[in-house]
């Protein structure tokens, strides 16, 4: 008994002379970026567990400036809080912070990393997103996203139409954007309360309580081994709804590939199956293993996933901003009647709408709807901020702090889409400086092309139809609240819609 006693403080004190050895070690080769103090291997849990984690680290960045390093367990992350630091890293030395951190959650998630949003940087994650943005501009060729648009629209601002008493928009906002990722992915039409779409959104917001959004903070995560001797109960969850929602996608995949037809483009299923045709038919072998059925699968969970999470919470915070704030409303619908009159809402329509999409890019920065990016990793070592970061290091954009910054943004609090417009009432033609919805350089985000007009065409849709109020003597909200880790969404709300008069 003595003899185990002594045993394993042995093994303590060994394992914690160790870790100082190697900390001592490691600050004396490298400059790290700052931090406050914390226990070794537990690191400051305080701060990662916490629900605002980006607003805490804002306020360590007073102290410690624009680069902020924290200890998640084991390992190190460092946080990045202005807009210099953060084009450092991801445009002057993009490469070097291209890669991802290996989670436990999320190598479950993508079968070993084949998927392009959270595998690392590899000449096979570089073949892949480029087949994937090929097989996404040619889904986009045509009239065939603004028709499925139109006619998923149409069926959900009817059943709108017949509410006689406040509701929550988000409800519809969930029904909407489901519906369409799913037409655009399968290309099938389903009806309203369609069982099997019904299902795939429990199933996501199942996942989004279990796992997040952006940020990934299971306790296996932070500490790996435990996954294997004493898994968590949600860990157990993460599991069962990752087989169930594989094992839908799975099947519609394998049923495209047996009615496949390369003259025939449904969906961007079929797209992508074209762009492997494309692969075979130049004989490129290397190719061909870079693209399996895993591979395609999981392109599609990204753009279905990834898309309707950040769709449907756009359409949310917009609907939020817009009923709460009637002048703008009636802006932008004093546009939409003067370019588009009564006609159908169409892409020929949309760079014309520059209010209006004002209104949507507002709602990007004011909402940061993932406040903290999916973790970056750094693939060699390099430098930001004049700190040195060594290779492997899990660096996070706190795009929540680019897009409060009152450096770049007057009142950041209020809702403002003049910020986006010049002096004409046009878009101005350059991004912003300091604003990063979609994130920028090698992680730039593939769906980009996609959402913009998807949301702009949604969003106008909308305002056409219907004057949006909320209910009689409640006044606006206009903040939002924690729904996961990285994921802020706007607090209850409801509204009332009266269909407008044609013009």
């Not at 003595?2 to 394993?8: A, F, R, V």
């Not at 903290?372 to 930001?384: G, N, Q």
């Not at 929540?400 to 910020?419: G, I, Q, S, T, V």
């Not at 090698?442 to 106008?460: F, K, N």
Request: glycine share 6%.
């Amino acid at each position: 008994m003595i003899s185990l006693s002594l045993n394993t403080q042995t093994l303590v004190v060994s394992v914690c002379v160790g870790l100082l050895v190697y900390y001592v070690i490691k600050r004396l080769r490298y400059r790290l970026p700052p931090g406050p103090w914390c226990i070794p291997v537990i690191g400051h849990y305080q701060i990662y567990s916490a629900p605002s984690l980006h607003r805490q680290v804002v306020e360590l960045s007073k102290t410690y400036g624009p680069v902020v390093r924290l200890s998640v367990g084991p390992s190190t992350w460092v946080f990045l809080n202005n807009f210099d630091v953060v084009l450092e890293a991801l445009v002057k030395r993009n490469a070097d912070f291209a890669g991802r951190t290996p989670f436990p959650s999320g190598e479950m998630f993508t079968e070993g990393g084949k998927d392009i949003v959270l595998s690392t940087y590899t000449p096979t994650w570089k073949f892949h997103r480029k087949v994937a943005g090929k097989a996404l501009r040619h889904y986009l060729q045509g009239d065939l996203l603004e028709n499925m648009i139109q006619d998923n629209m149409t069926k959900f601002l009817d059943k709108m139409a017949e509410e006689k008493e406040p509701f929550e928009f988000s409800t519809y906002a969930n029904l909407m954007v489901y519906h369409q990722l799913y037409t655009i992915c399968f290309g099938e039409k389903k009806s309203p309360d369609d069982p099997e779409v019904m299902s795939l959104l429990k199933l996501d917001e199942e996942l989004i309580e279990t796992w997040g959004v952006g940020l990934f903070m299971l306790f296996e995560d932070a500490f790996p081994y435990l996954k294997d001797i004493c898994p968590t109960k949600t860990w157990r969850n993460l599991t069962r709804i990752t087989e169930d929602m594989f094992k839908v996608i799975r099947t519609k995949f394998y049923e495209h590939k047996a009615t496949f037809q390369s003259g025939v483009n449904r969906d961007f299923t079929d797209s992508l199956l074209k762009a492997r045709q494309e692969a075979e038919n130049e004989g490129d072998e290397d190719a061909l293993e870079k693209l399996t059925d895993t591979h395609l699968i999981q392109t599609i969970m990204d753009i279905f996933l990834a898309g309707t999470e950040t769709t449907r919470f756009t359409m949310d915070w917009f609907m939020s901003f817009i009923s709460g704030i009637p002048e703008i409303q009636m802006k932008c619908q004093e546009e939409i009647d003067r370019v588009v009159g009564s006609d159908r809402i169409s892409m020929k329509h949309r760079n014309a709408l520059d209010f209006t999409e004002a209104c949507l890019f507002e709602t990007w920065r004011r909402a940061s709807l993932v406040a903290l990016s999916i973790p970056h990793a750094t693939i060699c070592d390099t430098k930001v901020g004049g700190y040195d970061i060594p290779k492997g290091t899990t660096v996070l954009i706190n795009i929540w702090a680019l897009h409060n910054d009152p450096n770049y943004w007057k009142d950041p609090e209020k809702f403002d889409p003049y910020r986006f417009l010049d002096e004409n009432g046009k878009l101005k033609p350059t991004r912003p400086e300091s604003w990063l919805p979609f994130s920028a350089g090698r992680r730039v985000c593939l769906g980009e092309t996609l959402a913009r007009p998807d949301i702009l065409l949604m969003c106008a849709n909308l305002l056409q139809r219907f004057e949006i109020h909320l209910p009689e003597g409640v006044k606006p909200q206009l903040g939002g609240k924690v729904l996961s880790e990285g994921m802020d969404v706007p607090v209850d709300y409801k509204i009332v819609v009266r269909e407008r008069q044609k013009q």
